[in-house]
């Protein structure tokens, strides 16, 4: 670990356009099974996860993803 200065703080989450291509539901399901697996998540969660983002439309996608990886992504509209 190594103490910095807050003045090089750069930021740490991701972003993401929804109106651009990284936004529609299959780059989401990707990125969301890439997320996973950095998290550790084991494969049958991340398959549950993605299973539950295609279950409805792309709004219940978008409140699946933001439950999940909300934490550390922002999703921008």
């Known amino acids: ?13 991701i972003e993401i356009d ?4 990284a936004g529609n539901a299959f780059s989401l399901l990707k ?3 890439d997320l996973g697996k950095r ?3 084991d494969k049958d969660t991340r ?3 993605l299973m539950e983002m295609k279950l409805t439309d ?3 996608l978008l409140h699946t993803f ?4 909300g934490s ?4 921008w509209r």
């Open 39 to 41: 998290a550790g998540y």
């Open 31 to 33: 990125l969301a099974d």
């Open 58 to 60: 792309y709004e219940g």
């Open 1 to 13: 670990m190594a103490i910095k200065s807050i003045k090089n703080r750069t930021t740490t989450t």
């Open 18 to 21: 929804l109106t651009g291509p």
């Open 47 to 49: 398959e549950q996860i």
């Open 66 to 69: 933001d439950r999940e990886f």
């Open 72 to 75: 550390f992504v922002t999703m």
